[in-house]
């Protein structure tokens, strides 16, 4: 009975962490590393955890981390890359795609959509495939 009680408690602990609002679908650090606890603090005391299991555990956390660095990385790089486009578009005349909108950009904002450029004329227009730069 002690063990279907244990089960139940650690069945709820990681479904509070795993239900936890995430900026992704993927687990970030902080919830591998709950995960990781509570399995480890319900296991059965007369069978622990294998060593192996542990340590591939922390391999998988490592991994974890490891991508994290690595997506902030890009972000850094994508994010500068977009700076150093709107940087360059200033005062260059800007088409759309279907030719609808054009004029000079006077000015770029970085959005989650990608450069946003403001042109002379007040309109603006999101550079993206199909946009002709002259």
């Known amino acids: 009975m002690a063990d279907v009680t244990a089960l139940g408690a650690s069945t709820q602990q990681i479904s509070q ?23 480890m603090k319900t296991q059965d005391p007369t069978k622990p955890m294998e060593s192996t299991e542990y340590i591939a555990q922390l391999a998988s956390f490592s991994q974890v981390e490891q991508s994290v660095q690595v997506n902030n990385k890009l972000e850094s790089l994508l994010t500068s890359s977009a700076i150093s486009l709107a940087e360059s578009m200033i005062g260059r005349t800007v088409t759309s795609g279907d030719g609808k909108i054009s004029g000079e950009v006077v000015s770029v904002k970085i959005t989650g959509d990608g450069p946003m450029c403001t042109l002379a004329n007040g309109k603006t227009l999101l550079l993206d495939d199909g946009v002709v730069i002259a």
């Open 17 to 39: 962490v795993t239900s936890r609002p995430q900026g992704g679908s993927t687990l970030d650090q902080e919830a591998f590393l709950s995960l990781l606890v509570t399995q």
